[in-house]
C-alpha cells in the first residue's frame, strides 16, 4: 500500500472528515475539504491526487457536479461518491461513463472503502 499516494475526501459535515481522516490517514495521506469549491482548489494545488471520495449532499456544490467539474480538469484522477441516499439516475449514468468508479453508502464501510483504495491503480 502506497502511504505516499494522496487522497482527496470531501463532506460538508466536519465530523465526517475527521473520522474519515483518522481512519484512512494510516495506510494513505488523506486531504480533506469542505466543499466543491474548496476541494477543486484542493485539487488545483496538489496534483499528485490519485482518488477523490465526494460526499453527494453538499451546499454550493453536490458531490455529481463537483466530480463532473473535476474529471474535466483531472481525467486521470478516480472518483468515487459517498452518500446516504439511493444513486440516483444522474449517478448511474455517471458511473456508466466511468467517470464514476465506485458508489458507496453511508455511513461508510472501512474494510468496502479500504479495499476500493487498495485495489485502484497506482
Known amino acids: ?21 483518522m481512519t484512512f490517514s494510516k495506510n494513505h495521506t488523506v486531504l480533506t475539504a469542505s466543499d466543491g469549491i474548496e476541494g477543486l482548489e484542493v485539487l488545483a494545488v496538489n496534483p499528485e491526487i490519485a482518488i477523490v471520495i465526494s460526499d453527494m449532499k453538499m451546499p454550493n456544490m453536490n458531490g455529481y457536479e463537483f466530480v463532473t467539474r473535476a474529471k474535466e480538469k483531472y481525467p486521470n484522477i478516480m472518483f468515487a461518491i459517498l452518500s446516504g441516499y439511493e444513486i440516483t439516475e444522474e449517478l448511474s449514468v455517471a458511473m456508466k ?10 455511513p461508510f464501510n472501512v474494510r468496502e472503502i479500504e479495499a476500493f483504495l487498495a485495489n485502484s491503480g497506482e
Open 1 to 21: 500500500m502506497n502511504k505516499n499516494r494522496k487522497i482527496l475526501y470531501l463532506d460538508d459535515e466536519f465530523l465526517n472528515l475527521r473520522l474519515f481522516e
Open 97 to 106: 461513463k466511468g467517470v464514476i468508479s465506485k458508489y458507496f453508502n453511508k
